[in-house]
């Protein structure tokens, strides 16, 4: 929650901002000579209405202009190329022969670059994402004599919490931000507090990145014009400070003539001191005294415009970015620092999977706010990213497994917490299955033995490619033999695939056995016992460590009752009823949880905007629930329930019309011994314009949530601050989970939440008794002229197909009353235990752990230069003592700089970050 309050250093900490200038002191009029910094500068979207190339298209045409007249106009003293070096990675892409040019004006100061890598939006992707954002931008900028140490925040919709404590981490000290401040920031320079405290100089840019993007090329015009600017920034201004103007704005190139007419209005007035320098520059002699303090994050769109609808637009994006996301983050990098020998470390491939993700975190990537071709080109980064994400995960999985002393199959908990869970996998079917697992499929055992000739059988080698020959049956070894009478073939089949075994080898040595001869006899033996497929409950499995494959006995097994349209789930710890009359099912005896509701959305992808004439459907035509799966592991039943949707919005009316039949499907599962229950709601979306929101009924009223955020845990209120020219509408983007009145909802990465439902009446004030998660938002325009919520454009007016989302959707959930470790509980439902088949033959136990840490949540684990390295968060507000398990090492900053040794623990301040490199031992 944003608070802001005085500098305790011009005084009272407490006291509030009005009491800032002393209302019994003399006005002393306004100063002599306003100075007047000039920052020449552009910002650089990399994609957006128009894709990559052709933005990078223009880029090197800008570039090559700045560069001529950097080099020939010494009045022009500096550019600032948008705080980002991705945009010099383009440009050099093109123009490699410009490099030693570039690093020239840098060197000298003429152009400033970094510290980012990419500008992102804060929100929409993980905090681990940010951090390496900021350090491949600063590792980048180092050829380039090194990065602006500012955060420069230009055009983020909102920012984190925890920036300030992000940029304290990496050296920086100031920030320049523009949308989300409140209303409470009445100058242009805060101090802006992250959770643990600390903070950073924040200068607040009230009329944006462009307050002076278009200088006239005459001097007269240019007083004018500057005048003007001193008017509008009066109110926010003390009588010294300086009026920042900022001398660029979208894709602009520099203005070649603005050293020659600011050197002309220096002599043609004397109200202003005028001056061309670099940000850095004009921050170093900024205010620090009687400066307010802003706590948190900032999401108000008192002054600029939030755009806070970019978080439900295009969810497949926002799924796909959580997916790519896990798959480095929380998969390929911690398990392969961990399993991998240190001179296996696969840092060329998690470099490029690392520089998907970084593009695609530029607010209009990653927001979806931009053209369909760029979106396109957003998914495709997002799907190689996992791809190789889940490619290295498999390959350390494999090493772990040929590191194993027993043969047999191993669960692998990638999850720095200890944890029991359910787990998959197939098994050799001896006798009647146990009564600690559930079955799901079985198959009988194929020995047994075909007579082949040779020419058959080279023809069906051609068709072999690996060792796998369905999705539960691999060759795991093969036996060939030879006499006067033929060739034998003896198969093994297993349920696994063997790690390192070398079928092509033996491809080729059966070809040689039966060179010359087609008709020579080939006698193949199969031997393949029955199998099974079962689920069973695996029981404190260490963090960043594996046990084998023993099924533990189900203290709370899950049962299924059924009575005329309902299902009922129990497990003895939470009960579920699903109610075909209403396509909803309720939890611990409250009903109406999965209640879909679709109304009209007349917006864009930047905002939620409700047509002039809006209808809403809640209620379905036709429901029926149908058990799937009976327990006593893991039940599950499904509601299929149709609806009658509108089918468009028609423009002129603004009235929805038309029809379309959809068949949605919710399916909720329920696991032994848990009390999370999770949801699957998916449908084939027929319908344009509309956002359609799940309600979960709050088991209490609420008049705030606890929402995840980048390594922190946010509070939020039932409002949010805005204006006119946009609505300020209270949904908000969740990270993994939200929690409000008693109930907790976590998913896969952000989804777009409201608490709705408010009542006023009640004793206790204010409360929501709902809270909403939006599955869907279609619409079909990137920007749009005429809202209700949002009456001018925030874009170009550019028709889209891709938003209005036609064809498949889904949206994952789980739900769980009382109170709970919530980011324990999301990776319970999204990182689930991983099972492996080893052969044997290696050093390791059969239980055991790689890695120990207690007592933080653990962000990222990876090889850094060799050495292990630890990233944690403490997203409480107390202190915490973090164990390593007696190994050693020592804290270092976000750029590896040291900060102090320690051994076997340290503390971490509440709301601290923190990141530690072991020695190895």
């Known amino acids: 929650m944003t608070d802001t309050r005085h500098d305790p250093a011009a005084g009272d900490g407490e006291a509030p901002i009005s009491e800032l200038v002393d209302p019994g002191t003399p006005d002393p009029g306004p100063p002599a000579v306003r100075k007047v910094a000039i920052v020449p500068h552009t910002h650089w979207d990399r994609e957006w209405y128009l894709p990559f190339q052709a933005f990078r298209a223009k880029l090197v045409r800008v570039v090559d202009e700045l560069l001529d007249l950097l080099e020939h106009d010494p009045s022009y003293r500096s550019f600032l190329l948008d705080g980002q070096l991705a945009v010099v990675d383009d440009y050099l892409a093109v123009r490699p022969e410009n490099e030693e040019r570039l690093r020239a004006l840098c060197a000298a100061g003429r152009i400033t670059v970094g510290p980012w890598y990419v500008l992102m939006d804060e929100f929409l992707v993980s905090g681990e994402t940010i951090v390496r954002n900021l350090q491949t931008g600063i590792d980048r900028a180092a050829a380039f004599g090194g990065a602006m140490p500012v955060g420069y925040l230009p055009d983020m919709f909102g920012h984190i919490a925890q920036m300030p404590q992000l940029l304290a981490l990496a050296g920086i000290d100031h920030a320049v931000v523009w949308r989300g401040v409140p209303s409470s920031v009445t100058s242009t320079a805060f101090w802006w507090e992250a959770p643990d405290g600390s903070r950073v100089r924040t200068e607040y840019l009230p009329f944006g990145y462009g307050n002076g993007a278009a200088v006239p090329d005459d001097v007269g015009s240019l007083v004018r014009r500057l005048g003007i600017a001193l008017e509008d920034a009066a109110p926010f201004l003390a009588d010294d400070d300086t009026l920042l103007y900022m001398n660029g704005t979208d894709h602009q190139a520099p203005q070649p003539w603005l050293g020659r007419v600011v050197a002309g209005a220096r002599h043609h007035q004397d109200r202003m001191a005028l001056e061309i320098t670099s940000l850095p520059a004009y921050l170093a002699g900024g205010r620090v005294t009687g400066l307010p303090i802003v706590r948190g994050e900032l999401r108000s769109g008192y002054r600029a415009n939030l755009l806070m609808g970019v978080t439900s637009n295009r969810d497949d994006v926002k799924r796909a970015a959580s997916r790519a996301e896990r798959a480095i983050e929380r998969l390929a990098e911690p398990l392969s620092a961990l399993f991998l020998p240190p001179d296996a470390w696969p840092q060329p491939f998690l470099t490029l999977a690392w520089r998907h993700l970084l593009h695609n975190s530029a607010h209009d990537s990653v927001c979806a706010c931009s053209a369909d071709d760029v979106v396109g080109t957003v998914l495709h980064r997002y799907a190689e990213a996992r791809q190789i994400g889940e490619t290295l995960t498999g390959e350390a999985l494999d090493a772990l497994g040929a590191s194993m002393e027993k043969a047999g199959i191993y669960v692998v908990n990638p999850a720095a917490r200890t944890r029991s869970g359910m787990v998959e996998s197939v098994v050799v079917a001896t006798g009647a299955p146990d009564a600690t697992v559930q079955v799901l499929s079985e198959r009988a055992g194929l020995p047994g033995s075909i007579a082949l000739d040779a020419g058959t059988v080279r023809s069906l080698l051609g068709l072999v490619h690996g060792t796998r020959l369905d999705a539960d049956t691999y060759v795991t070894d093969v036996v060939l033999g030879s ?439």
């Open 483 to 921: 006499d006067d009478t033929g060739v034998d073939v003896r198969i093994t089949i297993g349920p696994e695939e063997r790690d390192g075994f070398g079928i092509d080898e033996l491809k080729r040595e059966l070809l040689s056995l039966l060179e010359g001869d087609d008709q020579l006899p080939v006698r193949v033996h199969l031997d393949q016992p029955p199998v099974r497929r079962v689920l069973a409950r695996i029981a404190g499995v260490p963090g960043f460590g594996w046990v084998p494959f023993d099924p533990a006995p189900l203290r709370h097994p899950v049962s299924v009752s059924e009575q005329e349209r309902r299902v009922a789930l129990d497990n003895g710890l939470v009960r579920v009823e699903l109610d075909a009359a209403t396509g909803t099912f309720s939890l611990d005896g409250t009903v109406g949880y999965g209640k879909l509701v679709d109304e009209g959305d007349f917006g864009d992808t930047y905002n939620y905007s409700p047509p002039a004439h809006d209808s809403t459907v809640g209620d379905p035509v036709s429901a029926s629930v149908a058990v799937h799966e009976r327990g006593p592991v893991r039940a599950t039943a499904v509601v299929v329930a149709v609806y009658d949707w509108p089918d468009h919005v028609d423009p002129h009316s603004q009235a929805r019309v038309g029809h379309r039949s959809v068949e949605v499907t919710t399916t909720v599962e329920m696991r032994a011994d848990e009390r999370l229950v999770r949801v699957r709601t998916a449908f084939v979306n027929p319908s344009r314009d509309h956002r359609l929101r799940v309600h979960l009924p709050l088991p209490e009223p609420a008049d705030h949530s606890e929402a995840g955020s980048a390594f922190a845990t946010v509070s939020r209120g039932l409002t949010a601050e805005g204006r006119p020219e946009e609505v300020g509408l209270p949904t908000f983007p969740a990270r993994h989970f939200v929690s409000a009145g008693d109930l907790t909802v976590v998913h896969d990465g952000v989804v777009e939440y409201e608490l709705v439902d408010v009542d006023s009446d009640g004793a206790d004030g204010r409360g929501a008794r709902t809270l909403a998660l939006t599955v869907l938002r279609a619409t079909g325009m990137l920007s749009r002229l005429g809202m209700a919520n949002r009456p001018l454009p925030a874009g170009p007016l550019l028709p889209l197909e891709g938003p209005q989302r036609l064809g498949p959707v889904e949206l994952s959930y789980g739900v769980q009353r009382g109170p709970c470790n919530p980011s324990a509980l999301a990776d319970d439902a999204f990182l689930p235990l991983v099972t492996l088949t080893s052969f044997g033959g290696g050093e390791r136990p059969e239980r055991g752990h790689a890695l120990a840490v207690e007592g933080a949540e653990v962000a990222a684990v990876r090889r850094s230069g060799g050495v292990l390295e630890v990233r944690v968060c403490n997203p409480g507000g107390e202190p915490i003592e973090v164990t390593t398990a007696g190994r050693s090492g020592w804290l270092v900053d976000l750029v590896g700089r040291p900060l102090y040794p320690f051994s076997g623990s340290f503390t971490l301040r509440g709301g601290g970050i923190a990141t530690f490199r072991l020695d190895e031992g």
